[in-house]
């Protein structure tokens, strides 16, 4: 069966533009995840759901990043007014059940430079 | 905040040589695992080690965890040039589920 995969695989912004990343995640998978990665760093959380139901949002940096999961299967991260610090590859990850209890399917990344 | 740290930060070994990787992290533990990630197929789970176990193996790798030093080594056993990518350690603490990833470990296998 098809990974996660992620839309679009590379994306430049203009500094002030808005920008929106997709998640399709393993069909059936309950759980789904953002992360950030920096050049050189581990992926850092970003938020995290449940079916459909925001549990955790405590790792957005700012109230400039949104993300929604309105049906419980693809998500979006939406990034407005994107500044130069949001470069990075955005991961999405998604997990069969309970997250945390078992591994973690990552998609390939949307690296966004913003110029 | 990244909890864990790898050690070393690089390596660069011969093929078929066995490879070390250390994850230090800071907190009480549900669960650590590994991760290897290149560009070629991005980030992929290796191996879960859950706090009431020791060790773990799996094909060539070998994982141990010391909870009483809060730290776990990651051996690759018969090293592959297959086998270059970058290495990170993530922990799942208490009942949450978020990953939290140490800074990594590249490792380069020379053929």
């Known amino acids: 069966g098809a990974g996660v995969s992620q839309s679009p695989r590379y994306k430049v912004a203009k500094r002030g533009q808005d920008v929106a990343l997709r998640c399709d995640p393993i069909s059936g998978h309950v759980s789904l995840f953002w992360y950030q990665q920096a050049l050189g760093q581990g992926p850092e959380f970003l938020t995290y759901f449940q079916n459909e139901a925001q549990l955790d949002k405590s790792g957005l940096p700012s109230d400039r990043f949104f993300a929604e999961r309105p049906e419980g299967s693809v998500s979006t991260l939406k990034i407005q007014r994107t500044q130069q610090e949001d470069s990075a590859v955005y991961l999405c990850?998604?997990?069969?059940?309970?997250?945390?209890?078992?591994?973690?399917?990552f998609g390939p990344g949307t690296r966004l430079t913003v110029l | 905040s990244q909890q864990g740290e790898e050690d070393p930060q690089a390596l660069s070994i011969q093929e078929g040589e066995n490879a070390t990787m250390n994850c230090s992290y800071k907190?009480?533990?549900?669960?650590l695992q590994w991760y290897r990630q290149n560009s070629g197929r991005g980030l992929v789970h290796l191996i879960l080690?859950?706090?009431?176990?020791r060790e773990k193996h799996s094909g060539r790798l070998r994982v141990t965890l010391d909870t009483s030093k809060k730290s776990s080594s990651l051996l690759i056993t018969a090293s592959r040039a297959a086998d270059t990518a970058s290495y990170f350690c993530a922990t799942v603490v208490g009942s949450s589920y978020k990953l939290i990833f140490g800074s990594g470990t590249r490792l380069l296998v020379r053929p």
């Open positions: 990850a998604s997990s069969f059940r309970l997250a945390g209890m078992n591994e973690q399917f």
């Open positions: 080690i859950r706090s009431n176990e």
């Open positions: 907190t009480s533990i549900n669960n």
